[in-house]
């Protein structure tokens, strides 16, 4: 209980010392964040959108697959990611291991399926005989998937929400590909991990705050996404 | 009332081997209100979905003006205009007047003239004053009201109606009926409609078809097929006696 209230104390020192180290550290988190959720969103919105719109042979085993990446160890894709970019790996001659790049594509990775997902349950459950009534009041294809997707926006914020708090609070494949270098590629939730094992838990527990205010801040600003339906 | 707009040809259309629809040959004339009856299962809400071209068929093909449907989708400009007001009406989550907004929106219309569109077509169906109001809250009848403006808005050539009054009350029907009569006869907009309720074709139709397993038992003037159909399965229908 001391080290709790300890670190919320320390937290909010924290925050206000503006130390250069720690919001060096909060910028690396929700820059590697966004760059993953921004390309996992481009990839996994279409295909998702696409899985829940259609009907083609071998859909199941597609639906399959994206679910059992929903539930996919983030430390084994931080493995493989890992096994890419290392020197001897397909991808060595890039550099991008233990850069943020690396990092970004292993959250990448985590939260594509995440969206994907997400956003296909989601378009699912508008009603399907939607789309051809769109379509018989002069809609083009896309222009009746984008209004499928409106009508499953609050669904789709919900993929969002699911990528982002997967990627900000993952560490094994951020540590993995990143390898927790000091002013690189250490993220709150690395520094975490650093702090505990030196048994500065006051600070590691301040830096979890700091990383819940975050989240918090951040899926407020998704809820406002949603729009004034999603809190009738 | 004798230029064709449609011309149906052996058009047959099969859902997972299952032949739904075979039509050997079908005239529809501009101006005029078809009715198509027959009970559920008939292929009437198929033939509907041809005619806007909103699935292939089969076999055989339908020439719309000069376009022909046969494999290939006809241009967006085609397609643009016909529209269906279906029976069971799916609106968008946004208000009234968006919902009737959105045909033009898609066509690229301007704000301007959408805004003066989509007044007038609510204040044909009696709904002006719930232009904003969230689409979700309408009543059943109000819903198939919105249904008809939003068609009505893009001055359609042909308007295809699939049961839009089955479910209502006596209220909303008549309404539905009287804008429906009101615009074929002012605009000349060709009305096909889907029915299973032989008074309503009767008291709205030019011609009236039976359609029985997918196949045109018969097709005459609204008077003739109610007085003296020539069909022994028409006559049984009218009458309202089991003809599966």
Known sequence: MNDLTQGLIQAVQLIFSFDPNLYSVIALSLYVAGISLFFSTLVGIPIGAFLGLTRFPGRRLVMALLYTGMGFPPVVIGLFVYLIFSRSGPLGQLGWLFTPRAMSVAQMIIAFPLVAGFTMAAVMSVNPNLRQQLRALGATDWQATVAILTEAKIGVVVSLAAGFGAVISEVGAVMLTGGNIAGKTRTLTSAIILETQKGNFDLAIALGIILLILSFLTNLVMTRLQGREAHR | ?244
Do not use: C, W
């Open chain 2, 1 to 244: 009332m004798d230029q064709i707009n449609y011309h149906v040809h052996n058009l047959a259309q099969t859902y997972n081997g299952r032949l739904i629809l075979q039509i050997d040959r079908l005239d529809i004339y501009r101006g005029e209100i078809l009715a198509i009856v027959g009970p559920s299962g008939a292929g009437k809400s198929t033939l509907l979905r041809l005619l806007n071209f909103l699935e292939q068929p089969a076999n055989g093909y339908v020439t719309f003006e000069k376009s022909t449907l046969n494999g290939i989708v006809p241009a967006l400009e085609v397609r643009r205009k016909v529209t269906t007001v279906f029976q069971n009406t799916v609106l968008l989550n946004r208000s009234v007047a968006a919902n009737v907004a959105y045909g033009l929106k898609v066509r690229g219309e301007d704000k301007k003239m959408i805004d003066r569109a989509v007044a007038e077509a609510l204040e044909r169906v009696g709904l002006g004053k719930m232009a904003q109001q969230p689409a979700r809250t309408l009543s059943g009848g109000e819903v198939q009201r919105v249904a008809l403006a939003r068609a009505l808005v893009i001055q359609p050539a042909v308007l295809l109606l699939d049961e839009p009054t089955a479910n209502l009350d006596p209220y909303n029907v008549k309404l539905i009926e009287e804008i429906v009569a009101e615009v074929n006869r002012e605009k000349s907009v060709t009305v096909v409609l889907v029915t299973h309720n032989v008074f309503q074709a009767r008291r709205l139709a030019h011609r009236t078809a039976l359609l029985l397993e997918g196949r045109l038992v018969e097709i005459a003037e609204t008077a003739a097929f109610f007085n003296n159909p020539t069909d022994p399965r028409t006559t049984a229908f009218v009458r309202g006696d089991m003809v599966y």
